[in-house]
């Protein structure tokens, strides 16, 4: 059994900064792929940013310049350092891990609620 547990959500005014985290536990084999998603209300679920095994990082338009995704493959887990955070931004941010155990499958945390707001 995988779990996936975020951390440092919270409220933050426009202009500030917060970091995510994100710790995978459980019988996990390897790490292939981890990233961050968001959902604001009424909007379908995007992507905010992947990184993979390999080191190579997506991230949305939206995301770019602003927020920064690494990773730790030594403690299975993911950040996201959020900078220069706007309204827009609001959101419940979900991690994501594409993780083998006895199969690969896709693991999601139970999200945290970031809330950018004066």
């Known amino acids: 059994q995988v779990q996936l547990v975020e951390s440092g959500g919270g409220l933050v005014q426009p202009g500030g900064s917060l970091r995510l985290s994100c710790a995978a536990s459980g019988s996990i084999f390897s790490i292939n792929t981890m990233g961050w998603h968001r959902q604001a209300p009424g909007k379908q679920r995007e992507l905010v940013a992947t990184i993979a095994s390999d080191g190579i990082i997506n991230y949305a338009d939206s995301a770019k310049g602003r927020f920064t995704i690494s990773g730790d493959n030594a403690k299975n887990s993911v950040y996201l350092q959020m900078n220069s955070l706007k309204p827009e931004d609001t959101a419940v941010y979900y991690c994501?891990?594409?993780?083998?155990?006895?199969?690969?499958?896709?693991?999601w945390g139970q999200g945290t609620q970031v809330t950018v707001s004066s």
């Open positions: 994501t891990m594409m993780i083998r155990t006895s199969y690969v499958g896709r693991y």
